[in-house]
């Protein structure tokens, strides 16, 4: 009977102790938009899903290509309801829209480039759109296509950003 109440006090002390150990799992800190838990980014990184991957802006630009992957000069800002987009691979590229539906088509409210060596802007009758492929407003990570046409700001000529993607852009800067 000793033998017995010794292997009793045992379990009920082992089942005890197991009960009261602190949980390990920070999935439930996953969803709550605050960075903790070990979290790279809000919500993403260590035990939760993974965070976006590095941004880019790709376009044909004129007759050249544009790449912008570096994440210290890829990046956006959001300004009052607008996202402005900003990449540089050695030539400042920045467009403007307000943001809409995942799909649908908004206007480009604002452009400013350099390309050969001159400065071109969006002026009137010039034109543009942004389609955002998906939105994270928790993250504040935007990704999305685009196309526009802009002046010369020292004469007549016109240009365009054509094939435009922006992908994992951050706007939160």
Request: charged share 15%; with cysteine; proline share 4%.
């Amino acid at each position: 009977m000793k033998n017995l109440s010794l292997t009793c006090l045992a379990v009920l002390l082992t089942t005890g102790f197991y009960s009261c150990s602190k949980s390990t799992d920070h999935t439930a800190l996953c969803h709550d938009g605050i960075l903790n838990g070990g979290e790279t980014e809000i919500d993403c990184g260590a035990a939760c899903q993974a965070c976006p991957g590095a941004p880019s802006i790709n376009c044909t630009l004129g007759n050249s290509t544009f790449t912008s992957t570096n994440p210290a000069v890829t990046y956006g800002q959001m300004l009052a309801s607008s996202i402005r987009i900003y990449g540089n691979d050695s030539r400042p590229l920045f467009f403007m829209f307000v943001p809409g539906a995942v799909n649908q088509e908004v206007p480009v409210s604002s452009v400013s480039f350099a390309y050969n060596g001159e400065a071109w802007a969006m002026e009137a009758g010039d034109s543009g759109k942004v389609v955002l492929t998906s939105i994270d407003t928790l993250r504040k990570v935007v990704s999305g296509t685009f196309w526009f046409t802009a002046g010369r700001t020292t004469g007549p000529d016109t240009t365009s950003a054509r094939n435009g993607v922006f992908t994992n852009i951050r706007y939160n800067h």
